[in-house]
């Protein structure tokens, strides 16, 4: 028989993985599926909660400089006219009169006729991003408003309420996570353009003047959370925005981008924004949105850089540049996702050899102490060989083994997803143990007794 070679990735497998493995599946798909819209399953859920927290950690809770907010979805509609949004949020677009379907006329280059079948175009037209939507439960009564296509405005319209309770001074950024929407005309690749995705923002406040400084600041330091991850720097680069592609609202972008197998394709956009914002939402609302600098005695509107960057997004390329198809020293092929430890679901996987109802007990004893720490499975079906690959396959980075030998000599074995090395630890200082490789550290094989083993 001959054996299954390693291939490159293709969008199709990780789709298939995605599914077949429980990260991501398609919404309402008993109903046929909605178009460009997502769920995250059992292992996507905690995946995507690990990048939020990942992210959180780096730009909230180790840095003096920046706090967090959690605004509403949906706010008064008058923001998003002060915003620019209402009028300027949208992207040209035409129809195929042959076949029907839609075409953003600003990725089409030179082409003037239908990709699909030829067909002729219609004239091109400004198609409006925004989601719009009802508030009040009598129609005709009730407010239209809009369901936030950026996040960034709810910590706009908050900027005062976070300068005064937190008594922060320049420069300072407030962050945020959370669900923004967009009517995009050509939705795809799975969840890379989808019209229902997450964001995580950050608006960060400068005196005007050190605005380019902090800028590079916050391209550099959110390069590197990407290759702190684990993305290989290889498939990340830095592409500038030409002044005809810039957002309404900035006077310069860089993309961090990632290799996704379609090609190159935005993460993350960090913009300048100067004080567009701050200015708009002073002037519709007719409220301060200036700051008092008492080192310099000044009065100024903040210029604002945004590094904002997509959940589903980062949460797609932390799998794509995770996946691997690898010949075990069988010659196997093997499906592993390198997942960063912080990045994982399922951080340990249980298994004991067998349903023994000798080794039961202990499986589930030290499965009850790791779980208290951390997401841990328990799996006991099927050979371990199989169980191994399943982990791997879904990106778990160690399993624990418990045999017979167990019983007698309180020990256990350790397995490493990447180097698929196996080493005996004694039960009571594997909470220490696994401990310093899930923060981290490199795998490296330590004597039973030395300083290493702290106890659970
Ligand atoms: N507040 C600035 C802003 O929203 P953007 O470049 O339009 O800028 C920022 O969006 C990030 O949000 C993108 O880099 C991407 O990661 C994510 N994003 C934008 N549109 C998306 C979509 N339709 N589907 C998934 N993610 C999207």
């Not at 499975?377 to 690959?389: K, L, V, W």
């Not at 418990?402 to 007698?408: A, G, I, P």
């Not at 795998?443 to 290493?452: R, S």
Request: aromatic share 10%.
């Amino acid at each position: 028989m001959t054996k299954a070679m390693p291939e490159k990735l293709t969008m199709e497998k990780l789709v298939s993985l995605c599914k077949r493995r429980g990260f991501i599946f398609q919404s309402s798909e008993i109903y046929g599926g909605l178009a460009s819209c997502w769920d995250y399953g059992p292992l996507g859920v905690e995946l995507k909660n690990n990048v939020k927290a990942a992210w959180w950690q780096s730009v909230v809770r180790q840095r003096d400089d920046t706090v967090g907010i959690d605004a509403s979805i949906l706010m008064h509609p008058r923001v998003w006219e002060a915003s620019g949004h209402v009028a300027g949020f949208s992207d040209p677009f035409s129809t195929c009169l042959a076949c029907g379907r839609n075409w953003r006329m600003d990725q089409m280059g030179e082409t003037v006729r239908c990709p699909e079948c030829g067909g002729e175009l219609s004239e091109p037209a400004p198609a409006s991003l925004m989601l719009e939507t009802f508030l009040g439960p009598v129609r005709a009564t009730s407010q239209i408003t809009y369901l936030r296509p950026e996040t960034a405005q709810g910590i706009f319209v908050n900027f005062q309420n976070v300068l005064n309770s937190t008594r922060k001074k320049l420069p300072f950024g407030i962050a945020q996570i959370g669900k923004a929407f967009r009517n995009e005309i050509t939705p795809g690749n799975f969840t890379f353009r989808t019209r229902e995705f997450e964001q995580m923002e950050i608006e960060y406040f400068v005196k005007p003047g050190t605005d380019e400084q902090w800028f590079n600041h916050w391209v550099t330091e959110r390069f590197n959370w990407y290759i702190n991850l684990g993305i290989r720097e290889e498939n990340l680069h830095l592409r500038e925005h030409s002044k005809d592609e810039l957002a309404h609202y900035a006077r310069s972008c860089t993309d961090i981008e990632y290799l996704f197998p379609f090609g190159w394709s935005e993460l993350e956009g960090v913009a300048n924004r100067t004080d567009f914002d701050l200015r708009q939402h002073a002037n519709h609302s007719g409220e301060n949105m200036s700051y008092f600098d008492d080192q310099s005695q000044e009065r100024y509107t903040p210029y604002v850089i945004e590094p904002s960057a997509g959940v589903d997004r980062s949460a797609l390329a932390f799998l794509a540049d995770a996946y691997a198809e690898e010949l075990d020293d069988k010659g196997d092929l093997r499906v592993v996702l390198h997942l960063h430890p912080a990045l994982a679901p399922i951080k340990v996987a249980m298994l004991p050899l067998s349903r023994s109802e000798k080794l039961v007990p202990l499986a589930k004893e030290v499965y009850e102490n790791l779980r208290r720490h951390w997401m841990v499975q328990y799996d006991d079906a099927q050979s371990i060989g199989r169980r191994y690959r399943r982990q791997d396959e879904i990106g778990t980075p160690f399993c624990v083994t418990v045999d017979f030998q167990s019983l007698e000599d309180n020990q256990v074995t350790i397995r490493d997803r990447d180097s698929m090395r196996q080493m005996r630890v004694p039960i009571a200082g594997l909470g220490a143990c696994l401990a310093a490789k899930l923060g981290g550290e490199p795998f490296e094989v330590l004597p039973p007794g030395g300083a290493y083993w702290l106890g659970f």
